[in-house]
C-alpha cells in the first residue's frame, strides 16, 4: 500500500550542487505535484504535470526543473542548488477529478549549505 | 487570482472542547472546492474534508465539520471533542474547477493546533 513515494527523505547539498528527487506513485493517477513547504508560508506549488509527457509551472518555479517521462514518475530537479531552497518537499497525486483530493508523499527534508 | 487566509497561526484547546479553525478564501469563480489537511509532527499530508462550492450542506466527516460561509467566503474547520492526537498543523485549500486549471490546490499559511489535556 505504497501510495506516494518519495527519494531521498533527507539530502544535504552544497550551493552550487544538482540533486533530483524523484516521486512515484501507484495508484495510476494522472496528475502529479511539486511543492515546498517553508515555515509560515503553507504549500507552495512549483511544478505539475496534467499527464505523461506534460509539465506545468506553478507559483514558484525559478531554480527548478521537472520531468514526467512516465506515468508514475515526477522527477524535480536542482540544477545549482542555493540556500534559498533548503525546504520540506512535498509530491502529491491525484485523478484530475473537481473534488477529488490529492494523495502526499511523507515529504523531503533538503538542506542547502 | 485565487487565494486561502488562515489569520491563526496558532491555537490552544482543551481536550474534549470543540475548536474552530479559520479559513477565508479570494475567488473570482462561482465553481470551486474547498479542502482541509492535518499535518501532525510526523510531516505527513492527511485528508479530512472537502466542500463543493455548490454543496448545499456543510460537509462532516466524523468529528470534523466544515461551517461553510458562501457569501462571507469563509471555510471554517470545526474539530468536536478534541482529542490529544489532535494537535497538529492545520491548512486549508481551494481548488478553482471551472476550467480544471490542472487540478492544483492553493494552500493557505496553515494553524497549529495544540490540544492540552
Known amino acids: 500500500n505504497a501510495g506516494v513515494t518519495q527519494t531521498p527523505k533527507f539530502r544535504v547539498l552544497k550551493t552550487g550542487q544538482s540533486m533530483t528527487l524523484l516521486c512515484a506513485q501507484d495508484m495510476n493517477h494522472e496528475y502529479m505535484y511539486w511543492y515546498r513547504q517553508d515555515p509560515g508560508m503553507g504549500l507552495r506549488l512549483i511544478h505539475y504535470?496534467?499527464?505523461?509527457?506534460?509539465?506545468a509551472k506553478g507559483e514558484v518555479p525559478d531554480g527548478y526543473n521537472v520531468s514526467r517521462l512516465k506515468k508514475q514518475n515526477f522527477l524535480l530537479g536542482l540544477e545549482s542548488a542555493a540556500p534559498s531552497q533548503t525546504s520540506v518537499y512535498f509530491c502529491?497525486?491525484?485523478?484530475?477529478?473537481?473534488?477529488?483530493?490529492?494523495?502526499f508523499g511523507e515529504g523531503s527534508r533538503l538542506t542547502v549549505l | 487570482a485565487q487565494k486561502i487566509t488562515q489569520t491563526q497561526p496558532g491555537m490552544f484547546v482543551q481536550e474534549k472542547e470543540a475548536v474552530t479553525l479559520d479559513c477565508t478564501y479570494d475567488t473570482s469563480d462561482q465553481s470551486y472546492g474547498l479542502f482541509w489537511y492535518k499535518q501532525p509532527s510526523s510531516g505527513e499530508m492527511i485528508f479530512l474534508i472537502y466542500q463543493g462550492s455548490y454543496d448545499e450542506q456543510n460537509a462532516t466527516e466524523g468529528r470534523y465539520s466544515l461551517n461553510f460561509q458562501k457569501a462571507r467566503k469563509s471555510a471554517n474547520l470545526v474539530i468536536s471533542a478534541s482529542q490529544l492526537g489532535d494537535s497538529a498543523m492545520y491548512f486549508c485549500?481551494?481548488?478553482?474547477?471551472?476550467?480544471?486549471?490542472?487540478?492544483?490546490?492553493?494552500f493557505g499559511q496553515g494553524t497549529e493546533l495544540s490540544v492540552k489535556p
Open positions: 485549500a481551494m481548488r478553482e474547477t471551472i476550467y480544471n486549471q490542472g487540478g492544483k490546490l492553493i
Open positions: 502529491a497525486s491525484g485523478r484530475g477529478l473537481a473534488t477529488g483530493e490529492l494523495f
Open positions: 504535470s496534467v499527464g505523461e509527457g506534460t509539465t
